[in-house]
């Protein structure tokens, strides 16, 4: 069920209709719009007479929520969520598309910074690495663990970009949430539900990748479990699913973009390299999730793909993603959208790091 407040409803009366829902054992919800606050209420038994609000105060309206999901829903929430962050204009879900580049893991601080540098220059706001890594089998690189983190953390300092980097359980999300700025569950994970309920306690931001044979309604209903534990910063995004293809490693479902966003106001990015498996397909599909109208890309660049320790394969040489970035650059602009130009001296832009313990801005 959802309450929509009248425009003019004041703070107070807000808060009596949240204390009115919790005091019957659910949970409230308000999530300001942009002409007035709605009540998402959330609990196990959802069974609630609309009459109980109909006479409150301040209340326009109460709706009964036939889909499974609700507070992805633009039935919520109308106007697309922006994704912000302290000390930084960059953003997910505004008019600048964002970009996330880096290795698939971090493996050393050299290699970390070498790659930060380039993506850094080539204009991204945002840099991936993993310090966990989930691999299909036990014998391959796992990731540098927390001193994996701590170089990334570094890289936030040194050249001023934000750090996304995965959670793969309970323990590892501890961590992450500490030094990033962004907490990635990945698509094996999509439907690890305990860990959705913990990401959605962390006040960290949370990027959601879409698990290899999720449908639309499951990848929503799993960032609803983050969102229903008062995380509403969830940025969702598609990374190829599993099909008969077998030309690339994953097909790319570019269809899910327009057909989150009818649905959901939550910004939804894409990730071409996991999506192909295949450097020379990265930058065709990225110039395509540009054009669908997604609100940002997650791109794989290693100094030296050849020797990379995972996903080599897929990663662009740094010169291959500076002409991605101009490319795509270009087509943002048809679509009334930027991409963040190229930089001169990363170094010189620390004031857009952000320090450790700052929390997210709540999504407008
Ligand atoms: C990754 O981004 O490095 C990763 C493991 O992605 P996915 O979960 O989409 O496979
Ligand atoms: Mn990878």
Known sequence: MLIVMKAHASE??????????ESLGLRAHAIPGAQR?????????????????????????????SKPYKLVSRDLKEEDTVVRFPNSDATFGGDEIAVIAGPCAVESREQAFAAADRVARAGARFFRGGAYKPRTSPYTFQGLAEDGLKILAEVRDRFGLLIVTEAIDNESLELVEKYADVVQIGARNMQNFSLLKHAGRTRKPVLLKRGMSATLEEFLMAAEYIMSEGNYNVILCERGVRTFADHTRNTLDLSIVPAVQRLSHLPIIVDPSHGTGKRNKVTPLSRAAVAVGADGLIVEVHPDPDHALSDGNQSLYPEQFDDLMDEVRQIAKVLHRSIADRVADPGAHRARAVSLSAGPVTAR
């Open 37 to 65: 606050t709605a009540i998402g209420i959330t609990g196990n038994q959802l069974e609630v007479e609309t009459g109980t609000f109909d006479e409150m105060e301040g209340v326009q309206e109460v709706i009964r929520v």
């Open 12 to 21: 107070e009366q807000v808060q009596r209709v949240c204390q009115k829902i």
